[in-house]
């Protein structure tokens, strides 16, 4: 089981992660649904 300090540096890549993904196009203008179709689809990507 990950520490603390773990798990935060995770979550921290996550989102950097997922900041790149929304840099790639930054005139669009993503729905809540299509964030967290985003953000499945990386966790899954993850557990892949």
């Known amino acids: ?3 603390e300090n773990e ?3 995770i ?3 996550m989102a ?3 900041l790149r ?3 790639q196009t930054p005139d ?3 729905t809540p649904k ?3 179709d985003l953000i499945d689809a990386y ?3 993850l557990n892949q």
Request: a positive charge; hydrophobic letters at 35%.
């Open 21 to 23: 993904i929304f840099e």
């Open 28 to 30: 669009k203008v993503y």
């Open 16 to 18: 950097y992660d997922l």
């Open 11 to 13: 979550q921290k890549a």
């Open 7 to 9: 798990r935060k540096d």
């Open 1 to 3: 089981m990950p520490t």
């Open 34 to 36: 299509e964030i967290k």
């Open 43 to 45: 966790i899954t990507g």
